[in-house]
């Protein structure tokens, strides 16, 4: 893959937090950027298969669409951790898994309809991983959501 060029930079620039909500979006980005709408599309295609785009979608906030979101950590043994990390990512409300360098050392968000659904498949994630060592940690107060890189 051809490294990335300031073009490319403008672009994902641009579709991180503004994306235009009209009938062609890739029209009016590259509109704002004195593109083509192929030249845009052709870029974040090429950018998706390399791997440096995870995803183009909305974020939304849980609680204002009936949702709860925690954050949860569990301490995995090192040979089980492929198979626990499986087997969480298997629940279509967690939305990133994580391994890190502590005791607790995979690290998951999950969302659901209520908290007692979270706390059901946290129970059945044990069960099925023999992890007994779970925490769920709701938040009790958002301080920053938005991710804005400056490429």
Request: aromatic share 8%.
């Amino acid at each position: 893959m051809p490294p990335m060029d300031d073009t490319d930079r403008a672009i994902l620039n641009r579709i991180q937090s503004e994306f235009p909500l009209t009938p062609r979006p890739y029209l009016a980005i590259a509109d704002n950027l004195g593109l083509s709408e192929d030249d845009v599309l052709n870029r974040l295609v090429r950018l998706k298969r390399s791997g440096i785009i995870r995803r183009i979608g909305g974020n939304f906030v849980p609680e204002k669409l009936g949702f709860v979101s925690t954050l949860c950590a569990a301490s995995v043994p090192e040979d089980k951790i492929d198979a626990f990390s499986k087997v969480v990512n298997i629940y279509p409300g967690v939305t990133h898994n994580y391994q890190r360098d502590n005791e607790f050392n995979v690290w998951f968000t999950f969302i659901a309809p209520s908290m007692e659904e979270i706390t059901e498949n946290l129970d059945k994630i044990s069960l099925e991983t023999g992890v007994d060592d779970i925490i769920n940690l709701p938040a009790t107060k958002v301080f920053k959501i938005k991710a804005q890189f400056d490429l």
